[in-house]
């Protein structure tokens, strides 16, 4: 028997509500042996559009043929941008404009229905209106409370809203007036319609050690502390784990093994051995990853909450790890001395670099030396003494640097894109209070292990996808025509010689050419825009980045949920036993969570970062700093500091008196009376104008206005209208 008919029948009637596949299975009563049957014919009902399935995982009935469905991004200004479902995975589309009277309840990512409007806006945008609400992004919030009148209100953070939330009678939960509190949303609010919540935690007085780091956790509903059911486990596990006893693990204890990791590392997962065949000059690299699967089991609380969590964050003042301390910082740590169980890779390379072998092996080590990578490259200049030195460890990290130097130049010869941009790290003290920045260093010993942990995952890939299995592939997909097109118009205003639609060695060609001018970050950051984002997924999908047909994640499993399922694939294959795992459909949806973890860890990073520069620079208004124009829209200039990694805006009303017509293609703003021409890449000097906590906002103004040097090392003309006259039709 089949369910189509019963499925259609209960969507049609009056009684029908939108649901989770699994609830409706019960109320049609469906017995558990013709599930699978019942789920297969309701996911063919949502493939052919007849039902919907929504991003909170409901089934509801096909949204009128007049709507569109997809996601808002309010600002708060109270305008909305939709993006209609079909079009989400290309960031390019123009979306569709929402007045606020028109958004309804509808919040900043909420999944909506919208009827498009025959009226457009001045500059031709369409016009829509929000029908329906149908899946809220999230229902708690932060923001800071205060009271007025009698009652308890909260801005929430961020500037989500221009008006703040009542949350009833003063006091609630304890909450004093600058607290920091949580909220959840009883009554989104409305064009006519107050936002109506209820404080459920208070974090803290605003400015406390801490507070802000809790804000931002709570903001994005990172999971903080561990079930206490889930420490009760990780020290059972703990207590039956035995060094002594191997089984039938490779016993490579006596091996000349070490670690490289930052000088602040908590966590250790991997290590290197190296050896190579003098009579043919073959080399023989061992990549030794910790063996998080042998203590995290399918299905355990372990591997539930490691599931929930898919990846570490790492804030600027604290970790919250995807597995307790006891086995992310101690047991499954690859610490110096210590006798620890991994699953190994073992690759030969032909003396150029090829691989013509790899096989894999359950494990166990005995680190014998732990580098930071400060340490390295002294050691390997002969500027700093190897005398205290095991033995072989010195000849050990010389030939990892002779091998890392030929795997990465074979690694680019074959397209490779090498699209790395400095990286500035903020200093805080033991307050988390920002002290200043540095520049992280990529240097040679950062490099070494990049290429090692590279060879590494592409090995565990080829050998996957050899034996046809369904796994979690670390995907990079090929960059969309349109983008490319918009990116080699950017690249033609800039003077910059381009194909139309440019290829991975074109794309190279060109940030190595503006390396080391002022235009290296504007065309870094607009090559980077004009790629797709990784993800995971099961899908046989190259790495276009890497110019890899078969590339997976296998060598962080203490940091990264996907790696962990490649460890049990791999775990099997070394114990020559049949591999298990997740189905293909499984796997799709585990990837695309994965994925989502994984940028909202990105994004609470950030946003963190932001909130620690902004209470610095909220007491240095005034202050002049040298920063670099990265975004260029019609109101204003995004612009980042050189030295503090702050980004702020240039409004349009602050800078000098003058109409101001704004390009999205060139990514310009051109001053009508003038002539002058503002542009991605642009050096300014600027001064902390406006810095606003609460929306987490900062206004700069412009000082003054360094000259353009181009690739030549030539200075640039002043650009002009009249000076660009020609170069696109339409174009200023």
């Given at each position: 028997?089949?369910?189509?008919q ?10 029908a ?9 019960k ?16 996911e063919?009902?949502i493939?052919c559009?007849?039902?919907?399935q929504?991003t909170?995982?409901l089934v ?5 043929e007049?709507l ?9 200004s ?16 123009e ?6 009277e028109d ?20 500059g031709?945008q369409?016009c829509?209106?929000?029908m ?24 929430l953070?961020?500037g989500?809203l ?28 409305g ?9 459920t ?31 009760d ?7 039956q ?10 016993d490579?204890t006596?091996d ?10 908590r ?5 290197i051995s ?10 023989r ?10 203590f995290?089991?399918?299905?355990t ?14 804030l ?13 910082n ?6 110096e001395g210590?006798?620890r ?15 013509v072998?790899?096989e894999f092996?359950?494990?166990?080590i ?8 400060e340490?390295?490259l002294?050691l ?7 005398d ?8 050990l ?15 680019f ?8 941009l400095p ?8 307050n ?9 260093v ?7 292990i990049?290429?090692f ?27 969309d025509e ?10 033609t205003s ?5 194909p ?8 190279q ?31 046989d999908v190259?790495h276009y ?10 060598t962080s499993p ?12 791999i ?14 459909d ?5 990837g695309?969570?994965c ?19 902004l ?9 002049e700093m ?5 975004g ?5 200039l995004?612009?980042?500091?050189l030295?503090?990694p ?8 602050s800078?000098?008196p ?6 999205n293609?060139?990514?310009t703003?051109?001053a ?6 503002w542009?991605?890449g642009?050096r300014?000097?600027v ?7 609460a ?7 412009i000082?003054?206005?360094?000259p ?6 030539k ?18």
């Amino acid at each position: 028997m089949r369910y189509t008919q019963a499925i259609l029948d209960y969507f049609a009637s009056a009684e029908a509500r939108p649901t989770r596949p699994k609830e409706l299975a019960k109320l049609l009563n469906i017995g558990k042996r013709d599930t699978p049957l019942f789920f297969e014919d309701l996911e063919r009902l949502i493939g052919c559009g007849k039902l919907y399935q929504g991003t909170n995982g409901l089934v509801r009935k096909k949204a009128a043929e007049h709507l569109l469905s997809g996601i808002v991004r309010r600002s708060t200004s109270g305008f909305g941008n939709f993006i209609p479902k079909d079009e989400l995975a290309s960031p390019d589309v123009e979306p569709i404009s929402i007045a606020p009277e028109d958004m309804a309840s509808a919040f900043n990512g909420d999944e909506v229905l919208v009827q498009l409007l025959t009226r457009r806006r001045s500059g031709g945008q369409r016009c829509g209106r929000v029908m329906e609400v149908v899946a809220r992004a999230r229902n708690s919030f932060v923001g800071e409370y205060f009271e007025r009148k009698g009652q308890g209100y909260v801005t929430l953070d961020g500037g989500l809203l221009e008006s703040p939330v009542q949350v009833g009678d003063p006091g609630a939960k304890g909450a004093q007036p600058r607290d920091k509190v949580v909220v959840e949303m009883l009554h989104f609010p409305g064009p006519y319609e107050v936002g109506e919540a209820v404080i459920t935690k208070v974090l803290g007085a605003r400015g406390d050690v801490g507070v802000d780091t809790l804000s931002v956790i709570y903001q994005f509903g990172l999971r903080d502390e561990f079930p206490a059911a889930v420490l009760d486990e990780a020290r059972l596990v703990s207590q039956q784990f035995d060094e002594n006893d191997l089984g039938d693990r490779r016993d490579l204890t006596d091996d000349t093994i070490i670690t490289i990791d930052p000088i602040d590392a908590r966590d250790f997962d991997d290590a290197i051995s190296l050896e190579r065949d003098e009579s043919n000059g073959h080399w023989r690299l061992g990549v030794h990853i910790a063996d998080v699967a042998h203590f995290v089991r399918p299905g355990t609380l372990l591997d539930r909450e490691a599931t929930l969590r898919g990846n570490s964050v790492y804030l600027p003042d604290r970790v919250l790890p995807m597995l307790p301390e006891l086995l992310s910082n101690a047991l499954a740590s690859l610490q110096e001395g210590k006798v620890r169980f991994t699953k190994s890779v073992f690759i030969d390379f032909s003396p150029r670099g090829v691989p013509v072998h790899a096989e894999f092996a359950n494990s166990a080590i005995r680190v014998k030396k732990r580098f930071a990578y400060e340490q390295v490259l002294p050691l390997l200049n002969g500027e700093a003494p190897a005398d205290e030195l095991p033995d072989g460890v010195l000849e050990l990290l010389q030939r990892m640097q002779a091998l890392a130097r030929i795997l990465r130049k074979r690694r680019f010869s074959k397209g490779a894109l090498d699209l790395s941009l400095p990286e500035v790290k903020i200093d805080l003290d033991k307050n988390g209070q920002v002290t200043g920045a540095h520049q992280v260093v990529n240097d040679e010993s950062h490099q070494i292990i990049e290429e090692f942990m590279l060879a590494a995952n592409i090995a565990v890939a080829q050998k996957l996808d050899a034996m046809e299995l369904a796994f979690l592939r670390r995907t990079h997909g090929a960059p969309d025509e349109r983008k490319l097109r918009k990116l080699s118009e950017f690249m033609t205003s800039l003077d910059l010689t381009t194909p139309p639609l440019p290829g991975r060695a074109e794309l190279q060609q060109l940030v190595n050419q503006v390396r080391g001018t002022d235009l290296e970050q504007a065309v870094s950051f607009a090559v980077l825009r004009s790629l797709k984002q990784a993800e995971y997924s099961p899908l046989d999908v190259e790495h276009y980045a890497l110019a890899e047909l078969d590339y997976c994640h296998f060598t962080s499993p203490i940091r990264r949920y996907p790696d962990l399922t490649i460890h049990r694939l791999i775990g099997a294959i070394a114990a020559r036993k049949s591999p298990t795992g997740p189905n293909a459909d499984d796997l799709v949806m585990l990837g695309r969570h994965c994925s989502q973890t994984e940028r909202t860890a990105d994004q609470a990073e950030r946003e963190l970062n932001k909130v620690k520069l902004l209470t610095l620079l909220a007491g240095r208004i005034g202050q002049e700093m040298d920063a670099v124009v990265t975004g260029v829209e019609k109101f204003g200039l995004f612009c980042q500091g050189l030295e503090l990694p702050a980004e702020g805006l240039v409004p349009t009303r602050s800078m000098p008196p003058d109409t101001y017509d704004y390009d999205n293609r060139a990514h310009t703003l051109t001053a009508r009376r003038s002539g002058a021409v503002w542009r991605l890449g642009d050096r300014l000097r600027v001064s902390i104008h406006e810095v606003d906590l609460a929306k987490r906002t900062l206004n700069f103004r412009i000082i003054s206005r360094a000259p353009r040097t181009l690739p030549s090392g030539k200075p640039a003309k002043k650009m002009t209208r009249k000076g660009t006259k020609g170069r696109g039709k339409g174009r200023w």
